[in-house]
């Protein structure tokens, strides 16, 4: 597989063709669809920590009676990051990487410097300096240099592709390099597999909309490989907060509008200007899904009611839920969207719960 290459600063796009979707019996986690992710396996799986593979469960909610739940957020670095860390090392290493720069809300940095520690990698992380301290204790943890950059995320961004410049490093960027949405598209192999088919649809948290278009993937090779018959609708969920793409889809927009963001308590998808936009929106588009926004009022109250079912998240792990719980009540009449949902969610519908409460709990808080 090669990059395609496009003009710099854009994000790239990987040019792959799936040969099989097949599972392995001789590796665990994801990569029993080694097959199907263009990283040389016997190399890749040195770096694996046990990710992917994450349980279902069901909602256990007699009104959502085939709502299931995903627990993205029991991956080794406690979210679904680790999907696309995982291939997105073993192809730097491949590359000829010998150090690491990460930018992220948090927890992408604690995922690329996990699988940079295991890879035996030096790697320079920054954040957000209003990142959770849970998140930044971890990165440290690993061993990465963590640099706390003032101002939004895309004021990380820039420091970390100055410091890439300096310091000739690869740059190990969730959001513009190809082969992390090569990773994250397990997701949707493994949501084939537990369902045993496609879902009607998936709930999925989008900022950057690494989950989004890593599904968006999946759910394409598994249908051009003639495994499933239709594509699940994608329901892409941003915090009202912070809303360029779910803002432009109610314009009819193809590209991400203009905001101010407000703050959020989903820090992992307070993406005032996410580098692929246009391809989220496409995605979601083609998939016959919709994008929703959902308030502070009903992430926290999410992340509460998931506690109160057993399962501890951090705020940004709430909004898929909290979309689900506001579509059940919406009345639907003056927003088709919610309407929409509130439809698909008569049917299969996946809902991945995406990052650990250990680090940052503040949604169950209170
Ligand atoms: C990264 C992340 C998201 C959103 O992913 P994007 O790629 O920014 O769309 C959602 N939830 C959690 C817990 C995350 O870590």
């Not at 699940?232 to 009819?252: E, F, K, N, R």
């Not at 899904?289 to 506690?307: C, F, H, K, N, P």
């Amino acid at each position: 597989m090669e990059a395609g290459s496009r003009p710099e600063g854009l994000p790239l796009v990987a040019a792959h063709a799936l040969t099989r979707v097949g599972r392995r019996a001789d590796a665990g986690g994801l990569w029993r669809y080694a097959a199907a992710i263009p990283v040389e396996p016997s190399h890749a799986m040195r770096l694996s920590l046990g990710e992917g593979a994450t349980p279902m469960i069901s909602a256990g909610d007699p009104g959502l009676p085939d709502v299931r739940l995903k627990l993205e957020f029991l991956s080794p670095t406690g979210s679904f990051k680790d999907r696309g860390a995982v291939v997105l090392v073993a192809s730097a290493l491949s590359r000829g990487a010998s150090a690491l720069v990460a930018d992220s809300s948090g927890n992408a940095g604690s995922a690329i410097a996990a699988y940079a520690a295991r890879a035996g990698l030096p790697c320079q992380v920054f954040v957000p300096a209003a990142t959770s301290p849970g998140k930044r204790a971890q990165i440290a943890a690993y061993g990465a240099e963590l640099v706390l950059v003032p101002g939004d995320r895309t004021a990380t961004a820039d420091a970390a592709r100055a410091a890439v410049r300096e310091r000739d490093a690869f740059y190990a960027s969730h959001v513009y390099d190809p082969y992390f949405l090569q990773g994250t598209k397990t997701f949707a192999f493994e949501v084939w597999e537990q369902v045993g088919g496609a879902p009607d649809a998936v709930v999925l948290p989008c900022g950057n909309g690494t989950l989004v278009l890593g599904a968006a993937i999946g759910f394409r090779e598994l249908h051009a490989a003639g495994l499933i018959d239709r594509l699940p609708a994608l329901i892409a969920v941003q915090s009202a907060a912070c809303a360029p793409l779910s803002t432009a889809w109610s314009q009819g927009a193809a590209s991400a509008a203009e905001i101010t963001a407000e703050p959020t308590a989903a820090e992992g998808i307070a993406i005032p200007r996410p580098a692929r936009g246009a391809e989220i929106l496409a995605a979601v588009r083609a998939s016959a899904g919709v994008m929703l926004t959902v308030s502070e009022d009903e992430i926290a109250e999410a992340g509460r009611d998931l506690a109160r079912r057993g399962l501890l998240v951090e705020p940004t792990g709430a909004v898929a839920w909290a979309a689900v719980l506001a579509a059940r009540v919406s009345s639907g009449a003056d927003a088709p969207g919610w309407q929409r949902a509130r439809d698909l969610l008569e049917g299969t519908v996946v809902v991945p719960l995406c990052g650990s409460g250990l680090k940052s709990p503040g949604s169950a808080a209170g």
